[in-house]
């Protein structure tokens, strides 16, 4: 890998409410900030079914890509989202055959479904993060803090709390939801609809 990198996670996959296209939110493991790569509808629907634990009757491209690998002993060592030229997100799948690393060019979404699939862990570089990282504004988080209390407090009787999901179809500021049943809380807390 090529100059300072963080490692992120997965933190949702959304479908933006005015322009209906598909964004896989990155974030740092633990911390800010949050990185929007807008995405294909198939990729976006490959990453979230595996996020969901959804399997298909039959294996997706990404899930035939993970047999191939395995069959020929070829490891992901890890995923990096690596430039971004033109508006365009780049990245490079990292192997691992026989003790030796190879590199592969990849779309980020085909990375990243990749990843999901093998546990693989997921980098960007700081010079991406820097140009498009995202770090929610503090007075926005105070204005929405009412209203998501407000909103958590719905469909739950008093004294009962809501417990975690493990879906990827996010509501909050990216869109409709299609199956998250975390609290708004937790789905709030990325990026706003302006990025």
Request: cysteine-free.
């Amino acid at each position: 890998m090529t100059g300072a990198t963080r490692e992120m996670v997965v933190e949702s996959v959304r479908v933006h409410m005015l322009s209906s296209q598909h964004v896989v939110i990155l974030r740092e493991a633990g911390e800010e900030p949050y990185l929007p790569i807008w995405i294909g509808s198939w990729e976006a629907q490959a990453i979230a079914m595996k996020l969901q634990g959804v399997e298909s009757e039959r294996p997706l491209t990404h899930d035939l890509l993970a047999s191939i690998l395995g069959e020929l002993g070829v490891s992901v060592r890890r995923i990096l989202v690596s430039d971004l030229a033109d508006e365009t997100y780049r990245a490079r799948i990292v192997l691992v055959q026989g003790g030796s690393d190879f590199e592969i060019d990849a779309r980020p979404s085909d990375a990243i479904a990749l990843a999901v699939r093998v546990g693989a862990p997921i980098f960007a570089t700081e010079a991406v993060l820097d140009r498009a990282g995202v770090i929610p504004e503090a007075d926005e988080e105070e204005r929405l803090s009412v209203f998501r209390e407000f909103v958590n407090s719905l469909g739950s009787e008093p004294g009962e709390g809501s417990g975690p999901g493990g879906s990827t179809f996010g509501s909050g500021p990216f869109g409709p939801t299609s199956s998250d049943d975390r609290p708004l809380d937790d789905r709030l807390g990325g990026p706003g609809e302006d990025d």
